[in-house]
T-cell receptor, first 111, second 115 residues
Framework: DGGITQSPKYLFRKEGQNVTLSCEQNLNHDAMYWYRQDPGQGLRLIYYSQIVNDFQKGDIAEGYSVSREKKESFPLTVTSAQKNPTAFYLC??????????FGPGTRLTVT | AQKITQTQPGMFVQEKEAVTLDCTYDTSDQSYGLFWYKQPSSGEMIFLIYQGSYDEQNATEGRYSLNFQKARKSANLVISASQLGDSAMYFCAMRGMDSNYQLIWGAGTKLIIKP
C-alpha cells in the first residue's frame, strides 16, 4: 500500500539527548515536510524539502535538523538545543501545488 | 502576508444534521489553493477537500462540500448528514505564492457530534 510511515508512534527521551524521528514515503512525491503540533494548536512547519539533497527551514527550525539523502526518506533530529521538544510531530509529503498527505505522527515526550 | 482564520474553536452538532465550519483567508495572490483536513483523536491528518482559486464550481467530495465565496475570502466546509465518526478537529489551510507555496494553517475547529 502507498503511504507515509513514521516511527515510532511514541518516543520518550531524557533531556539533553538528541533523538531522530523517522519518516518514509512510497508515494514517489518530490516534496516532504515536518510539522510540530502542540496540544490544542494548529500545525507549525519545521523543515521542508522539495528535492533530494536540498531542504529549507520553516517557521520553527531552531533546535531541529534534517537530511534528505533519498527521495523516500526525510528523518528529523530533535537536538538538545530545542528548548521545549515535547510535542506531536507530523511528517507529510506532496507533489506540486496540491494536497499534502500525512503520516500517523510521533508523540515525543522529553523529561 | 497570508493568513487563515477559523473563528469557531468548538462546535456541538446533533447527529444527522448538516454542519458548516467557517474559514476566512487573507492573501494578495491571484492564484491559490484552499484545503480542509480532519484530525481524529488518533492524530493523523486526513485530507478532505481542495478548492482552487480559479475553480468556478464549489468542490464536493461525498458528504463534504466547500462553500467558496471568493469576494468574501471565505472557504467554509459543509458536512451533510453528520455522523458520530465526524467528531474531530478540522483544519483549513491555504497555499499560495506569498508563502513560497507552503501550506498556511488555521488554528482548527473541534467538532463534536451528539447522538
Amino acid at each position: 500500500d502507498g503511504g507515509i510511515t513514521q516511527s515510532p508512534k511514541y518516543l520518550f527521551r531524557k533531556e539533553g539527548q538528541n533523538v531522530t524521528l523517522s519518516c518514509e514515503q512510497n508515494l514517489n512525491h518530490d516534496a516532504m515536510y515536518w510539522y510540530r503540533q502542540d496540544p490544542g494548536q494548529g500545525l507549525r512547519l519545521i523543515y521542508y524539502s522539495q528535492i533530494v539533497n536540498d531542504f529549507q527551514k520553516g517557521d520553527i527550525a531552531e533546535g531541529y535538523s534534517v537530511s534528505r539523502e533519498k527521495k523516500e526518506s526525510f528523518p528529523l533530529t530533535v537536538t538538545s538545543a530545542q528548548k521545549n521538544p515535547t510535542a506531536f510531530y507530523l511528517c507529510a509529503s506532496g507533489q506540486g501545488l496540491y494536497e499534502q498527505y500525512f503520516g500517523p505522527g510521533t508523540r515525543l515526550t522529553v523529561t | 502576508a497570508q493568513k487563515i482564520t477559523q473563528t469557531q474553536p468548538g462546535m456541538f452538532v446533533q447527529e444527522k444534521e448538516a454542519v458548516t465550519l467557517d474559514c476566512t483567508y487573507d492573501t494578495s495572490d491571484q492564484s491559490y489553493g484552499l484545503f480542509w483536513y480532519k484530525q481524529p483523536s488518533s492524530g493523523e491528518m486526513i485530507f478532505l477537500i481542495y478548492q482552487g482559486s480559479y475553480d468556478e464550481q464549489n468542490a464536493t467530495e461525498g458528504r463534504y462540500s466547500l462553500n467558496f465565496q471568493k469576494a468574501r475570502k471565505s472557504a467554509n466546509l459543509v458536512i451533510s448528514a453528520s455522523q458520530l465518526g465526524d467528531s474531530a478537529m478540522y483544519f483549513c489551510a491555504m497555499r499560495g505564492m506569498d508563502s513560497n507555496y507552503q501550506l498556511i494553517w488555521g488554528a482548527g475547529t473541534k467538532l463534536i457530534i451528539k447522538p
